[in-house]
């Protein structure tokens, strides 16, 4: 049962543009959520996270948003940079269990 | 500052051999966890520790074992190898319980079972 969800595996966007990949999640109770950034042959990278009382927090480039109506959130990246290529993982926190997602692909094209 | 090494990088088991994933971090974390991934999946959770001498299952524990008996190293054992436990495995180490620090992963381990 995944109960973190990335419907998107793949993403392409210009240059300069914004790139928004979007996760899903089922349970209520999740009190934290993050974002991961994962190159090839190398582990996954902390970017930013959010509690669940909260609707957005902004680091730099990078925005994440939290809808708990909706159980949705979203990383913007604004402006889009080629080096942000990679995969995106989007987690979620209960207790001590962390959920992750599937991943979305990101593709910055020069 | 090495933060989080796991060895090898890539192995191949024959069905049956058993073999341990070792996992290695430098910054005085007390969480520890084993991830592994597959194609088109997200992260499972294998085990975890809180700190030494404590371990607990995450979502998919069969077919492994862990031990914590320091602060600093978190292996994980495979017994009997199977060809369900091909996939990337991940380690992964957090300050505390904390979860906006998020966690710092190693580069994986390749794992191919045939």
């Known amino acids: 049962d995944q109960q973190v969800k990335q419907n998107s595996p793949s993403l392409s966007v210009q240059e300069g543009r914004i790139s928004i990949l979007n996760c899903d999640y089922t349970?209520?109770?999740?009190?934290?959520f993050l974002w991961y950034k994962k190159y090839p042959a190398e582990g996954p990278t902390f970017l930013i996270s959010?509690?669940?009382?909260?609707d957005k927090n902004e680091d730099g480039r990078f925005t994440v948003f939290l809808n708990k109506s909706a159980k949705h959130l979203s990383l913007h990246i604004v402006p889009s940079q080629p080096g942000d290529s990679a995969v995106y993982f989007c987690?979620?926190?209960?207790?001590?269990?962390?959920?992750f997602g599937t991943g979305t692909s990101l593709t910055v094209i020069p | 500052n090495a933060g989080v090494t796991q060895t090898p990088k890539f192995r191949i088991l024959k069905i049956g051999q058993s073999m341990t994933l070792q996992c290695a971090q430098d910054?005085?974390?007390?969480?520890m966890y084993w991830y592994r991934q597959d194609p088109g999946m997200g992260l499972k959770l294998i085990y975890y520790?809180?700190?030494?001498?404590?371990?607990d299952k995450g979502e998919v524990p069969n077919g492994y074992n862990v031990s914590r008996s320091t602060t600093e190293d978190f292996p994980l054992r495979l017994e009997l190898a199977a060809p369900s436990q091909t996939s990337v495995y991940f380690c992964?180490?957090?300050?505390?319980?904390?979860?906006?620090?998020?966690?710092?992963f190693g580069s994986g381990t390749r794992l191919t079972v045939v």
């Open positions: 992964a180490s957090s300050y505390s319980g904390t979860p906006n620090y998020g966690y710092t």
């Open positions: 349970n209520s109770m999740f009190d934290y």
């Open positions: 959010i509690s669940s009382i909260k």
């Open positions: 987690a979620a926190i209960v207790g001590n269990q962390f959920y």
């Open positions: 910054m005085n974390h007390n969480y």
């Open positions: 520790s809180v700190g030494a001498g404590i371990t």
